[in-house]
């Protein structure tokens, strides 16, 4: 069955931009969890949904925010984009909270 | 914060068995044991989990001490491609999965 798919792979943004990044997770896991990879401060947990409702957050500011929709796929924005932002955004969808797959990410750049 | 503490790395030559520990003393007593493995550029893997049994799948073997405070993941023929950070993971009581450091593994040709 297909994996936890990512898009896009790739993106270049500008300082004060804003970004929508998508996750279609696995067909039938219903939970659906983002983090933030960066070479400072490792795999850092954003949030989680589950059946469309936010189950878990991070330690990140309000800039950044996400959803799921009805058939569990998932997008996480980020406004006023800067700097620091840049990094891998991992998604990771799991049919009961726990046990995830990884997708291969979403490496944003942020210029 | 991570509820593991790891070695940062480790270095085990090519063919022979490694042996990456883990310490969770603080471990509830229905809390699984999670490893997870992330080669260069690529999303973390999942390997194996365990609550007090050991465990075995084609890819690992997990050994859990009988209090459960530590655990070691073993690779029996490590190669290659084996080279990556593991991480050893128990989730939050709301099964949030927070990532340590890892331990940095090196297989040595």
């Known amino acids: 069955k297909a994996g936890v798919t990512q898009t896009p792979r790739y993106l270049i943004k500008t300082r004060g931009q804003q970004v929508t990044l998508s996750c279609s997770p696995i067909s039938g896991h219903r939970s659906v969890s983002w983090y933030q990879q960066t070479p400072g401060q490792g795999l850092q947990f954003l949030f989680e949904y589950f059946s469309e409702t936010q189950r878990n957050k991070g330690n990140f500011p309000g800039r950044f925010s996400g959803r799921q929709f009805s058939n569990s796929r998932s997008e996480m924005n980020v406004s006023t984009l800067e700097l620091g932002d840049s990094a891998l955004y991992l998604c990771a969808s799991s049919p009961l909270g726990y046990g995830y797959t990884f997708g291969s990410g979403t490496r944003l750049t942020v210029v | 914060d991570a509820k593991t503490t790891q070695p940062t790395s480790m270095d085990c030559a090519e063919g022979r068995a490694a042996n990456l520990p883990c310490n969770h003393s603080?471990?509830?007593?229905?809390?699984?044991v999670y490893w997870y493995r992330q080669i260069h550029s690529q999303g973390p893997q999942y390997i194996i989990h365990g609550l007090k049994n050991n465990e075995t799948n084609e890819m690992a073997s997990l050994i859990i001490t009988e209090d459960r405070k530590s655990s070691t993941l073993i690779l029996p023929h490590a190669t290659l491609r084996d080279t990556a950070v593991y991480y050893c993971i128990v989730p939050n009581r709301d099964d949030k999965i927070i990532f340590g450091k890892g331990t940095r593994l090196h297989i040595l040709p």
């Open positions: 603080t471990i509830s007593g229905n809390e699984y």
